[in-house]
């Protein structure tokens, strides 16, 4: 789930350039100082929401039946597909933009509901790796790029 973790990050980053890059060059800010409690609580219920919903078993939002339908990860030598690629600087450099010259609270929140999504989504996953001792991966398929498979199980620890 490494590649929603960079999508979140970078997303919430380019959130935060742009809102330094405004306020640096004297710009209003995109969000009223009064109105940035309400954007913190609104922030922290996404996430929070998003977790769990994600960690569900409901047919449209949840990641788990995903996660235990995964293919195991083929033998063949391949390397598994990066989580990071630099396409993805596109997640840092638009939001920067939109929100550096929109400067617009619905910007700002709805970019932060996507980039708090995805965290969600890592959380959820980290947590499905670490319960079941498998990683997931993009599928090494270049025709179902977004599917995933799972890593073998790890071995159990032995005691000495």
């Not at 995903?66 to 993805?88: K, N, Q, S, W, Y």
């Not at 939001?95 to 959820?124: H, N």
Request: charged share 15%; proline share 8%.
């Amino acid at each position: 789930m490494q590649h929603e973790l960079w999508a979140s990050a970078l997303l919430l980053a380019g959130v935060a350039v742009g809102w330094v890059s405004a306020v640096a060059v004297g710009q209003e800010p995109p969000v009223r100082t009064g109105a940035l409690g309400i954007l913190v609580s609104f922030a922290l219920g996404c996430l929070v929401l998003s977790t769990v919903l994600r960690a569900s078993r409901l047919k449209w939002v949840g990641r788990t039946r995903e996660f235990e339908a995964a293919a195991r990860v083929p033998d063949d030598g391949r390397p598994h597909r990066t989580a990071f690629t630099p396409r993805m600087l596109g997640l840092l450099l638009l939001p920067a933009l939109c929100v550096f010259v929109i400067r617009d609270t619905g910007v700002v929140v709805v970019l932060l509901a996507m980039g708090l999504d995805w965290l969600g989504k890592a959380v959820v996953g980290a947590g499905w790796e670490h319960g079941n001792g498998r990683r997931l991966w993009l599928a090494p398929d270049p025709g179902q790029p977004w599917r995933l498979s799972h890593s073998p199980a790890d071995p159990a620890p032995t005691g000495g």
